[in-house]
């Protein structure tokens, strides 16, 4: 009833969404907002998308971490006052509603309102009231040792050892008041009253930020007309409204992390991960960058890496430097991380992310000449791996930590040990040769594309040969090459990592296979586990201090939030949208803070293994990871819509799989320089769709490729043009699709797997009285990996 009640709230204040209108600002921010229970204190963050981030809390008073720029931290919180009366967050008359650029409370005819300025290091506080009344603010200071002078009309404050200087300003002349930390009052009574506040690490840039705010409160309707426009530059809208409002909130905090403290770059996660990580940021890449249609920032972000690549070989081209800690297999590589002058390239698979989403910006976004770029960097990375990363069989090695599941024990033994050759890092070479290929032969340099064609063809052939027996896969080779055969999800990502769903790494009969292998025993209904409950090294609980350090548990077992985006992936390739879309439901849930007591409008970066005691899933690791969030904006995207544009072959690809729930849709999509594809879904008739679709922006017909599924779950493909500012009307069917009334030609591109698919579920999480073997004593796991006995 609530669900049906929220919906038809939205309806009002939207009205019909045709053809991916987008909303106003007011209204978007009426869909988005998330108020807390009056007295209920819930955490939540925003992010200044510069080097800082505000952690508050509601219904409290300086309980968060307040303002941290950087490693430092001048603002703790703030209060308002109407006539002396304290506009107080913990009454139970209070409503308090957290937005994506901060937070709003209502308490009778007062309101108050806080902004955190994105792209810069300012935020205002503003009250207000419905009749004239003496309206004051205090801002709450880090520490008590702040000191404050008047400089003009503005006021600036300074925290002795501090970097940091604040300068404030107001939409009219205030006094202060008080001893110590000043109260700031508007000097005569008023309706608003509004104060900025600018940081800067000298007082003149503050002060000229500060002067820059002042005697008005624009700057506030400026930031939310800006965010609105970056959270609806692509728009999806669906029959399930609070998915829709969950989906912004996922695009809203993967932007979050987009900043510049160590040039263009994505923070990987708050409160700690927060430098620019290789494999993190290209992961975290298209659902944050390109779905979003921030291309600009995805070409920066790109651009900023590759700078960084690994160009110095060791003295000994032929082994590891024993003087400069160089290693041999990391020359032509990315960093796996970016601090400042710190870079460290500790990771196998970080290149290949980078490669992989390097072609990817440039089928969204037409940037052929940014195509170059890549095709220079993928040249020194293909040659540092050929000569001293690649085996006999044609396969990529690695360090047993050098995969995303790269935990050690106090930084020496692996906690997860999956070297020399694991399952995801043999896709991503694959698919990062495969890219090079496209660039080179996109350059004209066709001997180079053969070449690097062939090693992608010998890596798929060894692989299939060495890591699948006909009924398992295994997740990697070991150093004597046994396979090991313990069930992890990376197998899905060999569906999901290829560029082109329909040239896929294994043949689709084995990818059938491996979904339901994965699936029907580490799919919860809340997320995918990161190990087989049924292995002996699987740990139910991530942070269990009486049994094990967390790391033990960190891959074994605790589920990653970014995980359940290349499962989506995969059950929406072979038709397996509807169980695919209950996991995105709850996620949806989750981001909400509906059903766990994690940070509002965010993804944090683990679950446990198990719920808890009071049945709902307990988030750990950091609050709010980027990876996360993108991949579930991902998702909603290039899975269940399925758009996904190649203009280096002049086509916009759809690979649909949408939800049964769904009863309509509303998209816009971005691509290329301005342009834009406006579509409008409608379900009539059972399982038919109607789609209405208009190009915009751009003054060239446009070619179309739909691979949709059939009625066995295989998927055919039809090709269509679509000339501009004409509305075309598709209809699809389980046996047909017309265009304006014409029967379109398909073929199939994807034969069905339903006799291996049939009935897929959800796996069912263990009783929680279950007597796991890593629980039967202390550091289980720790001991036996330092005994050696680790398989």
Excluded at 562 to 579: E, H, I, P, R, S
Aim: glycine share 8%.
């Amino acid at each position: 009833m609530k669900r049906a009640l929220f919906a038809a709230v939205l309806l009002t204040c939207f009205g019909a969404q045709a053809g991916g209108a987008r909303p106003e600002v007011d209204a978007l921010f009426a869909q988005m907002g998330l108020t807390v229970k009056a007295g209920e204190t819930r955490h939540f963050v925003v992010a200044d998308r510069v080097d800082g981030y505000f952690d508050g809390r509601t219904a409290s008073y300086g309980q968060g971490e307040g303002y941290l720029i950087g490693q430092q931290r001048l603002f703790k919180d703030h209060a308002s006052f109407v006539d002396g009366h304290l506009l107080d967050r913990r009454s139970k008359q209070a409503r308090e509603t957290v937005q994506p650029y901060g937070r709003e409370l209502q308490l009778g005819a007062s309101h108050e309102r806080f902004v955190l300025h994105a792209g810069s290091r300012r935020l205002s506080i503003q009250v207000s009231t419905a009749k004239v009344a003496r309206l004051s603010i205090q801002p709450m200071w880090a520490d008590g040792a702040v000191q404050f002078r008047r400089e003009g009309e503005q006021l600036l404050a300074t925290l002795p050892g501090s970097t940091l200087v604040a300068a404030i300003s107001a939409d009219q002349p205030f006094e202060t008041t008080g001893a110590g930390i000043p109260l700031l009052q508007a000097r005569s009574k008023t309706r608003r009253f509004t104060v900025h506040i600018a940081f800067a690490t000298d007082a003149a840039t503050a002060l000229a930020e500060a002067r820059a705010m002042a005697g008005s409160d624009a700057v506030i309707a400026q930031s939310r007309n800006d965010l609105h426009e970056r959270l609806t530059r692509s728009w999806i809208t669906s029959s399930d409204a609070h998915y829709d409002r969950a989906l912004l909130w996922a695009k809203a905090s993967a932007l979050g992390f987009l900043v510049d403290e160590y040039g263009r770059g994505l923070w990987a996660g708050l409160p700690w991960f927060r430098e620019n990580w290789g494999r993190d940021t290209f992961i975290a890449l298209p659902g944050t960058l390109l779905v979003t249609g921030h291309f600009k920032e995805a070409r920066e972000v790109l651009e900023n890496f590759a700078r960084y690549q690994n160009l110095q070989a060791p003295k000994d081209s032929g082994s590891d430097d024993p003087v400069s800690g160089a290693r041999a297999s990391d020359y032509g590589r990315i960093p796996n991380r970016v601090r400042g002058d710190e870079k460290i390239y500790n990771t196998v698979d970080g290149t290949p992310w980078m490669l992989r989403e390097g072609l990817e910006y440039v089928r969204y976004s037409g940037d052929t000449g940014f195509a170059e770029r890549m095709l220079k960097l993928a040249g020194p990375y293909i040659e540092g791996a050929l000569k001293h990363s690649i085996d006999a069989d044609g396969l990529l090695r690695h360090d047993d930590a050098d995969t995303w599941m790269d935990a050690r024990i106090e930084g020496q033994q692996p906690w997860s040990a999956r070297g020399p050759r694991a399952v995801e890092i043999q896709v991503l070479w694959f698919t990062a040769l495969e890219a090079a290929a496209e660039l080179a032969r996109h350059a004209g340099q066709n001997e180079q594309a053969a070449a690097w064609q062939a090693h992608a063809e010998r890596a798929r052939a060894s692989f299939l040969r060495l890591f699948w027996d006909g009924q398992q896969m295994a997740d990697r080779l070991r150093l004597d090459g046994s396979r090991d055969l313990k069930l992890r999800p990376n197998q899905l990502m060999l569906v999901s990592v290829p560029l082109d769903p329909f040239k896929p790494f294994v043949p689709p009969e084995v990818e059938a296979r491996v979904l339901r292998n994965a699936v029907s025993s580490l799919l919860f209904p809340y997320g995918i586990a990161s190990l087989d409950p049924a292995s002996e090294y699987f740990h139910p609980h991530h942070v269990n201090d009486a049994h094990h350090h967390k790391d033990a548990a960190y891959h074994n077992g605790t589920i990653w939030g970014w995980n359940a985006g290349f499962t989506v992936t995969a059950l929406a390739k072979y038709g397996q949208q509807d169980l695919a879309w209950r996991l995105s439901q709850n996620l949806g849930e989750q981001i909400l803070g509906r059903n766990l007591a994690g940070t509002l409008g965010t993804m944090s970066e683990l679950l446990d293994a198990l719920p808890g005691k009071d049945g709902r899933s307990v988030p750990s690791g950091t609050f709010a990871q980027s990876w996360s969030v993108a991949e579930f904006a991902r998702n909603a995207y290039q899975d269940y819509l399925g758009f996904r544009p190649d203009l280096l072959r002049g086509e916009l690809h759809f690979t649909p799989a949408l939800p049964t729930a769904w009863k309509q849709f509303d998209a816009l999509l971005p691509f290329g320089e301005g342009s834009s594809l406006q579509v409008q879904g409608r379900r009539k008739a059972g399982k038919t769709w109607h789609w209405t679709l208009r190009l915009k922006g751009t003054s060239q017909p446009q070619r179309l490729v739909f691979e949709t599924l059939d009625a066995t779950q295989a998927r055919q493909r039809s090709e269509l043009t679509l000339e501009p500012d004409h509305a075309a009307q598709l209809v699809i069917s389980a046996d047909q699709m017309q265009l304006n009334g014409k029967v379109l030609p398909r073929q199939v591109v994807m034969p069905s797997q339903q006799a291996f698919l049939k009935d897929l579920g959800f796996a069912k999480p263990p009783a929680a009285a279950t007597r796991f073997p890593m629980m039967r004593g202390k550091d289980q796991l720790k001991e036996l990996i330092l005994r050696g006995q680790f398989r």
